[in-house]
């Protein structure tokens, strides 16, 4: 069974400093990676996805086969970042997507 | 917001009691999705559709039940409510493009 594995559960940065969300997969196939973004007292909302390869917020994520990691990157963290952070994956089967268990991104002025 | 609303979107009820939550989406999507999310546990799947009166059993599906016998409703069933089901409860549909959008979320406090 698949599994999204995201080891930190707060992760606190200043305003201005960089910021890596870290997400660990494990699947024998090849999934379709995901990072969904909860601000606070708002829904869900799909913030990027690894086959469009777009930077969205300033965000980018690249996927590595190798280290089955998805890890989620922003050079320059910014007050308005700070929301809870899920990665995802789907196999495909109805499409149903597996969570990590998120991480809150705290920055701070 | 994806056309998607769910109701209601807080309830408190007691330990034993039948509770029904309802997500409704106005875009005639196949697939809808009920997902629970727990801190610490992210989301989970409970249940989902691909068609009407056509479902399937998530990864925590023990308890739950649910019905869709019209493409834009999706009901969740709790059976007999228990302490372990407070939790908020998230509504998905999945596009065409594979993407799904969540609702707002029920806030389901069981006493």
């Known amino acids: 069974a698949q599994r999204v594995t995201q080891p930190e559960k707060l992760l606190s940065v200043f305003k201005g400093a960089p910021v890596e969300l870290k997400c660990n997969y494990s699947y024998s196939g090849s999934p379709e990676l995901f990072w969904y973004v909860q601000y606070s007292r708002q829904r869900l909302q799909l913030l990027l996805r690894h086959i469009s390869r777009e930077s969205i917020k300033g965000f980018t994520a690249d996927l590595n086969k190798g280290e089955t990691s998805f890890h989620l990157k922003k050079p320059f963290a910014q007050e308005e970042d700070s929301a809870m952070y899920y990665c995802a994956l789907t196999t495909g089967a109805g499409n149903m997507l597996t969570f990590g268990g998120g991480t809150r991104l705290m920055v701070k002025p | 917001d994806a056309g998607i609303t769910q109701s209601p979107r807080h309830k408190v009820t007691e330990t034993g009691t039948p509770v029904t939550l309802r997500c409704h989406q106005t875009?005639?999507?196949?697939?809808m999705y009920w997902y629970r999310q727990d801190p610490g546990h992210g989301l989970r799947l409970i249940h989902y559709?691909?068609?009407?009166?056509?479902?399937d059993k998530g990864e925590v599906s023990d308890g739950y039940s649910v019905s869709r016998s019209k493409t834009e409703d999706f009901l969740l069933t709790l059976e007999s409510a228990t302490s372990s089901q407070t939790s908020v409860y998230f509504c998905?549909?999945?596009?065409?493009?594979?993407?799904?959008?969540f609702g707002p979320g029920t806030r389901l406090t069981v006493t």
């Open positions: 559709s691909y068609g009407v009166k056509d479902t």
């Open positions: 875009e005639n999507h196949r697939y």
């Open positions: 998905a549909i999945r596009d065409y493009s594979y993407e799904q959008y």
